[in-house]
């Protein structure tokens, strides 16, 4: 069962910016997919940015040109430029491979306005 160490959120101003980092053990290989989902208060959760083990990246409209995902093998990392307080969230790491997702415990990001 992969399990998960994140890491980098908490408070920041508006424009200010965060590191988020997840680790992601208990398995010999690569992860298919890792990816970081976020959710608000009263939201449903939602993908933020995801990164396939070929290197092809995608991001939620929303955060496009501010946000930054990269991974080294199965730890992968998340970027945050430009914070404004709708990004105010819970952010998940999560995991995609042989068809089944798991979950990290989520990183709280809180910016201030």
């Known amino acids: 069962q992969v399990q998960f160490a994140e890491s980098g959120g908490g408070l920041v101003q508006r424009g200010g910016s965060l590191r988020l980092s997840c680790a992601a053990s208990?398995?010999?290989?690569?992860?298919?997919?890792m990816a970081w989902y976020r959710q608000a208060p009263g939201k449903q959760r939602e993908l933020v940015a995801f990164?396939?083990?070929?290197?092809v990246t995608d991001y939620a409209d929303s955060v496009k040109g501010r946000f930054a995902i990269s991974r080294d093998k199965n730890t992968v990392y998340l970027q945050l430029n430009s914070l404004e307080p709708d990004d105010t969230a819970v952010y998940y790491c999560?995991?995609?491979?042989?068809?089944?997702?798991?979950w990290g415990k989520g990183i709280l990001v809180t910016v201030s306005s």
């Open positions: 208990g398995t010999d290989f690569v992860i298919s997919t």
């Open positions: 990164a396939g083990r070929d290197g």
């Open positions: 999560a995991s995609m491979n042989l068809g089944i997702t798991s």
